[in-house]
């Protein structure tokens, strides 16, 4: 009775608040004369709420997957959870991203452009230049925070990479982490990706360990947390309503996935991809997806035909593809899970689903043949199909880091010819999306075709919420958002679409478009990272995309004037949105020195280093690449002896370790699971304190050359022997460097090579390890 009472209160309460201006005032308080509490009433509590019958939310946000990708647009890869949200809600066949993951992200949870958010690219790429620097201002308040400081619960599962690179330390700042940015609970990784099987996985802003549980696998684990938080949330405080913004690792590498999901799948793409790009176009236009003049873009000149491959790679290519196809049906299962659970208490009709279906294209980064360790890709290392045949069986499983062939990122994005990262062509940008919401929805299994881009999800769910887009956050005037409400096409299909000028751009791959007409230049390729042409010789070509739906027909001959004009549109648009000047670098720009952005060791060139630390990500440790480095450490060892990791940094598939091994010092260098040198003493370390340098002499002219590697014990040679390669540019995106034990997967391989997984903690005592360049 008390919980009605005081929920009729605040509804009437509610009606009078500022909400453009957040947080929400609370009321001045009743000025009281009366000297004893027991001669007055106590006021009515006051707590503030969304405006009545606001709906829940949930945004289902997956990785790196095209439009042609899922059965429920058209495609190969059975998707049951996405048809079922779709044959009960709406399909949008016109709706785009950035091309790119954290700039998708930023403009999805924040409803302004990604330049905007200062996020042109991905934050491991962040630059010094405005639009581009990885830092969110105060001015570009999120969608999470707007609605918890309106009355609701909010929790983000999943993949994050919002946070700039430099800021994901223990010293933080963490105001650009999830739980400063509007999420009351987050549970999942910071950066790009992790390893599926072994992730890095922070509980708010705590480093934990995964639960152990039989089978393990990360998709698994942040569903059960979603399922979990929302039943309890919904127990606790059923007047709230929540927000779930639910972002898988799937199906961006590495393409992790038991055999079970994969072997679902065993022949079904040994058509290869130019017979299955095919098929999809013919199942989309018998569906409505596309229109029956639809033609099937050309694929990239790069991309061999099918029948033109050997029979070992056709092999290997449809090995890859079942692994993506069983990674991305687990991942829609895992979903159906968290939807069956809002069903089970009773709230599926009153929230509101976004499936998005990709933050982007399907991701061509695996290059022409794929990868075993997608390492490889970032340190320029080609990988050969010879090299991959023996992994076949093992393919998605604990001891591969695995992408596929780029031949199927083009398939999965048809009827489009590109893929991620180029963002002047739908294949990288137009990515299927599914809205559910039976309380506002009347049409079932209904098509949305008015264009629409990421910036119009936040303003919908503001709209959906009956909330005013606030002018004031945090006390800090914002800009205001980009996006259109696509409410207006919830029961109108044959509404006139409201978004009707976005920019596109991404490493100098750039469009325009305008009511109905784009303008686009390719300036890249996804796997060209060097001799690019110059950006002034780009040629720009254009579509009327409302008679074309798949860009094949180049207009630029017959009106250049158009052309012309949509180009000085780019340009106005760019210049407004800080997406100038051009940045077409990539790999260079993963070096913080090149790229001109903070660095958080600035240029010291020596790390302290204590026993206890560990979780230091690779953008926040000191870079040893390229470099002679050596390693200081003051050790106690007990009689029995010690052993151990004193300092490792990567994983399974690349980096290094300086260990005891029963009491022996030894240096292994693991480059990128490929090869591992070792060198190791046969002097056992005396029982009590001791000091043992590991030093690196690199050999110089270039990147990625090898070095001498000299082992020393209280200033004695104990041990000689050379590394003859390592890795320029990245260890791992989500590995890293700990003092005391080898986090995650081991840099060594096993007790052979190194040492076993469960044999990282160090027995003795670490007073300090000294890491000097």
């Known amino acids: 009775m008390g919980f009605v009472f005081l929920n009729l209160f605040n509804l009437q309460a509610q009606e009078h608040l500022n909400r453009e201006v957040l947080p929400i005032l609370i009321p001045e308080p009743k000025t009281y004369t ?13 707590h503030i709420a969304p405006p009545e019958g606001a709906p829940n939310v949930v945004i289902v946000l997956i990785d790196d997957l095209g439009i042609g990708a899922t059965n429920t647009f058209g495609g190969p890869i059975q998707t049951p959870t996405m048809d079922k949200l779709a044959n009960s809600g709406l399909r949008y066949n016109n709706f785009h991203t950035t091309a790119l993951c954290s700039p998708t992200r930023m403009a999805l949870k924040t409803g302004r452009n990604h330049h905007t958010c200062n996020t042109g690219s991905i934050m491991e790429t962040a630059t010094a230049y405005p639009g581009n620097t990885g830092a969110l201002p105060n001015s570009v308040a999120p969608l999470a925070e707007m609605l918890r400081l309106n009355g609701y619960s909010t929790a983000a599962f999943g993949k994050w990479h919002e946070t700039a690179a430099w800021e994901t330390s223990v010293s933080g700042p963490f105001d650009r982490w999830p739980t400063q940015q509007g999420f009351d609970k987050f549970y999942g990784f910071i950066g790009g990706e992790t390893d599926q099987w072994a992730p890095l996985i922070y509980d708010g802003l ?14 698994t684990d942040m569903t059960n947390q979603a399922i979990n938080w929302v039943k309890a949330q919904q127990s606790m405080t059923p007047d709230k309503p929540f927000f779930v913004y639910f972002s898988t690792g799937a199906v961006h590498a590495p393409h992790h996935v038991s055999k079970e999901w994969s072997d679902k799948y065993k022949g079904k793409f040994d058509q290869g991809w130019d017979n299955i790009r095919e098929a999809t176009v013919k199942r989309m236009k018998s569906m409505g997806i596309i229109p029956e003049n639809t033609n099937l873009g050309p694929k990239p000149k790069d991309i061999k035909d099918w029948d033109k491959l050997t029979d070992n790679e056709r092999k290997l290519f449809s090995r890859q593809a079942e692994v993506f196809a069983g990674f991305m049906e687990m991942t829609d299962y895992e979903v159906g899970r968290l939807i069956e659970a809002i069903e089970e208490i009773g709230e599926i009709d009153n929230t509101l689903v976004f499936f998005i279906a990709g933050d982007n294209g399907t991701s061509a980064e695996g290059g022409m043949v794929g990868m075993y360790n997608e390492m490889t890709y970032f340190n320029g290392v080609e990988e050969k199909v010879e090299d991959l045949l023996p992994l076949i069986d093992d393919w998605g499983l604990e001891n591969t880091f695995p992408h596929m062939a780029a031949g199927w990122a083009v398939a999965f994005d048809a009827p489009f010819t590109w893929t991620k990262q180029v963002a002047s062509d739908f294949g990288g940008t137009r990515n ?3 809205i559910h919401y039976p309380q506002n929805i009347t049409e079932k299994n209904g098509l949305r075709t008015q264009f629409s881009h990421v910036t ?19 006390g800090v005037p914002q800009i205001p958002m980009a996006g259109t409400s696509l409410v207006y096409s919830f029961n109108n299909p044959d509404a006139a679409e409201r978004h009707i000028i976005q920019y596109f751009e991404m490493f100098g791959n750039r469009a325009i478009y305008n009511d109905g007409w784009f303008a686009r230049t390719i300036h890249r390729a996804p796997w060209q990272v060097s001799n690019l042409p110059p950006l002034e010789t780009d040629v720009w070509d254009l579509y009327n995309v409302k008679e074309d739906f798949s860009l094949t027909n180049n207009l630029a001959a017959k009106y250049p004037e158009k052309l012309e004009q949509l180009k000085s549109l780019f340009m106005a648009e760019a210049q407004k949105y800080h997406v100038l000047p051009i940045d077409d670098r990539t790999i260079e720009r993963t070096n913080a020195e090149l ?12 790390l302290m280093l204590y026993e206890g630390m560990e979780g230091m990500m690779e953008n926040t440790f000191i870079n040893i690449k390229n470099k002679s480095f050596s390693v200081t450490a003051d050790l106690v060892s007990p009689k029995t002896g010690a052993k151990g990791v004193i300092l490792a940094q990567g994983g399974r598939f690349g980096g290094w370790s300086v260990y005891l091994k029963d009491g022996k010092p030894a240096f292994i260098y693991n480059f990128l699971g490929l090869e591992h040198y070792v060198i190791s003493s046969d002097t056992k370390l005396p029982e009590g304190k001791s000091t043992v340098k590991f030093d690196f002499v690199y050999d110089g002219n270039g990147l990625g050359k090898g070095g001498e590697v000299t082992i020393y014990v209280n200033g004695t040679s104990v041990a000689k022997g050379r590394v003859e390669k390592t890795q320029p540019n990245i260890f791992s995106a989500d590995e890293t ?19 076993g997984p469960e044999e990282t903690k160090f027995t003795g005592k670490i007073e300090k390890v000294l890491i000097k360049i």
Do not use: C, W
């Open 34 to 46: 009366e000297l004893d509490v027991r001669d007055t009433k106590p006021p009515k509590a006051f």
């Open 737 to 755: 460097a700990d003092v005391g034990l080898d986090n995650q997967t081991p840099v060594a391989v096993n007790e052979n090579i190194g040492y």
């Open 456 to 474: 119009d999800i936040a303003p919908t769910i503001l709209e959906a919420a009956g909330l005013p887009e606030p002018k004031v956050v945090n």
């Open 206 to 219: 705590k480093k934990v360990n995964p639960p152990k549980m039989e089978n393990y696998h990360f998709t």
């Open 595 to 606: 790229a001109g952005r903070p660095d958080l060791l600035g240029g010291r060139n020596s």
């Open 432 to 434: 299927g999306m599914i």
